[in-house]
Structure formats: C-alpha cells, structure tokens
C-alpha cells in the first residue's frame, strides 16, 4: 500500500508539473511523416552526415590506416595489438573482419542521412544559396563516401571488366524501414564510378566557395580530379587539379612542416592547403590516424598514439639528404615514426592542394600538355617546398616517386598502387587479397549480396 501511494503521488506530480511533456515521442523512434519538416531538421541532418564521415571508422582516419596498411607492407612494420588490422598489413583478411564490418555500417549510415537531406531540399526555403549550400554538401559527402567504399570493396577500375565487376550497392534514397526491396544487390563497378563523378559534377557546381570547415566548392573538384585519375581519365583530372590550383583558396603551405601539428602549433585551424579535413578537438572527433601511427614524444606537448606503425629504414631511404619530408621523422625508443600524425587533436586532412599539383603533373604528362603549368614546373614547385633543387627534367617515374614521398602515409597508397598496375612486396595490383571482403554479417542478412574471390 505504501509503494502504491508513492507511485500514485509521483504520477499526479508529473501530471501536473509537466503537463503534455509527457506524450513527447523519443527522438529515435520519430516516424516518417514527422521528421525533415523544417529548414532547421535539415540542417541538423546534414550535421549528422558530418558526424557520419568523422567516426574513426570512416574518414576519423580508419580508411587511410586500412589504406596505408594493406598498401605498404615494405615500408612499415604493424606491431599493433588489433587483430583486423594486424589482418590488413600481412594481407590475410577473413570475412568477419572487424575493420571492415566498420567501415561499411558507419560509411552506409551517413550516406543514408546524406539521402535523407537530398530527400527535404524542398524544407530549405531561407535562400536560394542555402539550399544549394546544403544539396551540394549532402552530395560530395555521399560520393566520398562511396568512391572510398568501391576502392576498397571492389575490384580496381580497369581489372577487368567494369560493366559487370560487382561493386558496392548503390542506394540513393532514404531507408526508413527495411523490407525486402531494401536489400540491394552490389552495382557494377561503372555504375557507382558514374554516380559519384554525377555527384561531385553537381555539388562542384552548387558549393560555394568558402564555407567555413565544411565543403566547399574546391573541395568538389579536388575530389573529382581524384577519381578522375583513378579512372585514368587524366584531362578531367588535369581540370578539375588546375581548377583549384588556380582559384587561389588553397594555396600550399610555405613549408611541408607547416601542414601538420594543427592542434599543437596552429591552435585547431588547418592550414589553407588543407581543401577538405575533419576538425578534431578534446570534445569532439577523432584522429586513428594518430591513433595507429602516432607515438608519444615526451619532449612535444600535446602528441599521443599507440605507435603500431612504425616506420622502416627502407623508407627513409627513398628521400635525398637534403628533403625537409626526409627530416619529418622521429626516433622515440629507436623505432621511426612519422611527425604527420603525432598530434592528439590534429585535424584530418582528406585532400590538399599539394597532391592537385602532383595530379596535374601526372595527367598533363601522360596527356603531353601543360595545362596550368609544364609536369616539370609542377613537381619543382613541390620539391623546392621541401628544400631540395630543381629537377632539368621530369619522366614518370619521378613525378610518381614525388607524389609517394609528399602523400606518404596519409591513406593514398593503396589506390595509387592498384592504378598504376604497381605492386608491393611481391603481390600484383590486382590481387584479391588487397580488396577487403563484404562483411560477413551483410552476406548472412542480404542474400543478394554476392562475396569477394577468397572469402
């Protein structure tokens, strides 16, 4: 009886103090006809694919480990303790892996908040210049997303045939429940490089130029004339390099040093080179990047990481004497580690300028035009960053080399490797056991879903 009048008078005090607050529906179960209603629920939304790309599984740094890891096995030794990556980096990646499972639930789930967006463009009535600001960021976040999944998913553009290579699935509509015309079978390999050249076109031409952290127009393009030479289509890429070079917005460091240590010498700000990162603060973000190949450095405040990734001799190797890159390295318990990623709460950088200069050399060389500037120019304009002297001449091999010494270890290659046909210690571009498995658990729920060779 006692519990009973407890209860009775804890009812009618919430009765009364909170009146209809108790009929609020919990925010995670809102239904459809409920949600996107308002400009405001938009924008939440398109924070939330933000925060999407931002998880460690995503562009928090785990696609750029997995891509460092799986893609260069003579240059750095993995100690690590992480049974999935410890997979990666020997090259024998079973069907549950962990990383894997990761990337693809989180990458999947922000680009079903990007279709979400694009689905209530018709609730941004503030401004014209909003609403396209707001397309045109749901649209590159959801093809960056899925250029990083067919990459790494997929067979490589051009092993084989495109038109029927099996890709990832392609899904470009919001999932609010899932019933049996949600569970999509995997696209070619051409249709989702076509859906994400289509998506950067348009954003590119809907962002604008300056938006704070978040993408801009540059951005677009930077990550067109990516997959423009994955593609080898070299005079998109070329374009869309020279386009950004070009606009002034993301002119390159002063020196290579000045583009990292965001957090410890730049108070949080990334540098201008930077055309598209991911903040990180102590509230907020993460950087794996760090996390794996970050050391703590007693003499440098503020550095941090595990120091899986420890850095071979072979490696620095590949530098002349003279290179500021040859220096950016550091001996913390005789093992080498990179500078680029000692910071804790240092951005992420996605794509910068330095890499456009390296892209439009490639592609003016391969094309036999000089578009913006000569490939030689260019990869001067690279090398004298880093002190060393100017090169007479500029064949292919060496533009590569300088693209490998300025890119190493952030995340670039993986795709450079399957591109350029190359191969690393030992095994071929195209090898099955550099493309990462479906997740086991998507194969057991969707069974239109068709495995990768050696899973």
């Not at 292919?396 to 290659?413: C, D, N």
């Amino acid at each position: 009886m006692k519990k009973y009048l407890i209860n009775t008078l804890v009812i009618a005090i919430l009765a009364t103090g909170c009146d209809k607050k108790l009929d609020v529906v919990p925010t995670q179960s809102i239904a459809q006809d409920k949600a996107l209603l308002t400009e405001g629920d938009v924008n939440v939304t398109l924070i939330g694919a933000y925060d999407g790309i931002q998880s460690a599984a995503t562009f928090g740094g785990d696609i750029f480990v997995l891509n460092e890891l799986i893609g260069n096995i003579d240059d750095i030794r993995f100690t690590g303790t992480f049974a999935g990556l410890a997979e990666a980096h020997r090259l024998e990646i079973i069907a549950n892996n962990a990383y894997a499972r990761d990337t693809w639930n989180v990458a999947y789930n922000a680009i079903n908040r990007c279709n979400n967006v694009l689905s209530a463009l018709d609730k941004v009535v503030s401004s014209p210049e909003a609403k396209s600001r707001v397309e045109g960021e749901a649209l590159f976040i959801r093809a960056s997303l899925y250029f990083e999944l067919i990459k790494l998913y997929a067979k490589a553009w051009g092993d084989g045939d495109n038109q029927t290579n099996p890709g990832v699935p392609l899904v470009i509509t919001p999932t609010t429940a899932i019933t049996e015309a949600d569970f999509k079978a995997r696209s070619s390999v051409a249709e989702v490089y076509a859906l994400i050249k289509a998506d950067l076109t348009k954003a590119e031409g809907l962002l604008p130029a300056s938006n704070s952290i978040f993408a801009t127009k540059n951005a677009a393009a930077a990550m067109l004339s990516r997959l423009a030479l994955m593609q080898g289509d070299y005079a998109t890429a070329r374009d869309a390099a020279n386009r950004v070079i070009t606009s002034g917005l993301n002119p390159l460091s002063a020196t290579f040093g000045g583009l990292f240590f965001t957090s410890i010498n730049n108070q949080g700000n990334s540098p201008a080179e930077y055309i598209f990162s991911l903040k990180v603060t102590a509230q907020d973000g993460v950087n794996a990047i760090n996390t794996y190949f970050g050391a703590i450095v007693s003499s440098i405040s503020g550095t941090a990481g595990r120091g899986d990734c420890k850095i071979q001799p072979a490696h620095l190797a590949k530098y002349e004497t003279d290179d500021a890159r040859r220096a950016y390295f550091i001996v913390v318990s005789g093992n080498n580690y990179t500078r680029k990623h000692l910071d804790r709460y240092g951005n992420v950088p996605v794509i910068r300028t330095g890499e456009m200069y390296l892209t439009r050399a490639e592609a003016n060389f391969q094309l036999g035009t000089s578009v913006g500037a000569t490939p030689l120019a260019d990869i001067n304009t690279i090398r004298n960053r880093s002190s060393l002297g100017s090169l007479a001449t500029a064949d292919l091999a060496a533009i590569l080399k300088e693209r490998y010494l300025e890119l190493a270890f952030e995340g670039q290659r993986l795709p450079d490797i399957k591109r350029t046909r190359a191969s690393q210690s030992g095994t071929p571009w195209n090898s099955p056991k550099m493309i990462l498995p479906i997740p086991q658990r998507e194969i057991d729920v969707n069974k239109k879903l068709v495995q990768n060779v050696g899973y």
